[in-house]
Nanobody, 118 residues
Framework: QVQLVESGGGLVQPGGSLRLYCTASESIFRFYAMAWYRQAPGKQRELVAAAFSGGSTNYADSVKGRITISRDNAKNTVHLQMNNLKPRDTAVYYC????????????WGQGTQITVSS
């Protein structure tokens, strides 16, 4: 079973930057998508960004221009570069691997906390 391990979370001041890492226990080359989601207290989990096997990416409107997802198939890793962070970005961030385009054919990491506060 594929395992995903996230790292890179922490406390950052508004306007600061963080880089999240998600490393898979096996090759991600054939995975349909690698994505980052987040869940703030009392809110539903939402998509932040996704990187697809064909090279395309997708971003939530709330993070466009501030966050970049990149997928390194050679290292079985997906990164999330987050700049100009805002308090509303505070959440637990989860990495997800979608094995195919079929809903439910994926697995989640354990999550990493990001807190944006002065």
């Amino acid at each position: 079973q594929v395992q995903l391990v996230e790292s890179g979370g922490g406390l950052v001041q508004p306007g600061g930057s963080l880089r999240l890492y998600c490393t898979a226990s096996e090759s991600i080359f054939r995975f349909y998508a690698m994505a980052w989601y987040r869940q703030a207290p009392g809110k539903q989990r939402e998509l932040v960004a996704a990187a697809f096997s064909g090279g395309s990416t997708n971003y939530a409107d709330s993070v466009k221009g501030r966050i970049t997802i990149s997928r390194d198939n050679a290292k079985n890793t997906v990164h999330l570069q987050m700049n100009n962070l805002k308090p509303r970005d505070t959440a637990v961030y989860y990495c997800k691997a979608d094995f195919t385009a079929t809903p439910g054919s994926g697995t989640w990491g354990q999550g990493t906390q990001i807190t944006v506060s002065s």
